[in-house]
């Protein structure tokens, strides 16, 4: 049986100030971070971080926060957004963002994942991670459209570490003649 848990999607936008500064550390060089207008939200892009100040060098991440006061150890990988209404989770979909910035804000932890290859990795791994990691169901306090029950994974960090790393591996120097 599915674990039940909850969701509150207004609690990644209050910890907007916390991600701001991960991504100053992270990043050299952020001159400007913003919150992304409605319809980039909507497909998949948060925060926008610029490092030219007049925004022609832009990254765009999309952001998930957990709560709790520690760091679980896995990231929830949504795969059904809505299950009322049968929309894909944003793990299905192609991402419009270049990272993804999973965290557990009480606990001070932040994880920073390049968008496609997250996505490709889950894509080449789906049908080992359904059958070895528990669905997890979740009922969303989001108001409006994305108000629903969403079907999730939670996968350990290692393994979706792993997995990025054998999709796509060290760089390999290929000696010319």
Known sequence: MAKLFAADYSYAEKCGPQFDSFYRYYFI????VWRADKDADVGGVDKYLSFDGDRQHVVGVQEKARRGEYDYGDLYLEYVTNAERGRAGWIEQVPTSDYLCYAFPAANRYYLYPSQQLYLSY???????????????????????????????????????????????????????
């Open 29 to 32: 060089g952020v001159r400007e």
């Open 123 to 177: 894509q080449r791994n789906k049908v080992k991670w359904h059958k070895e990691f528990q669905a997890q169901e979740c009922r969303e306090k989001s108001p409006g459209d994305l108000s629903g029950t969403s079907w999730g994974l939670l996968v350990p960090h290692e393994a979706v570490h792993a997995a990025i790393a054998a999709a796509f591996g060290p760089i390999s120097v290929i000696p010319t003649r």
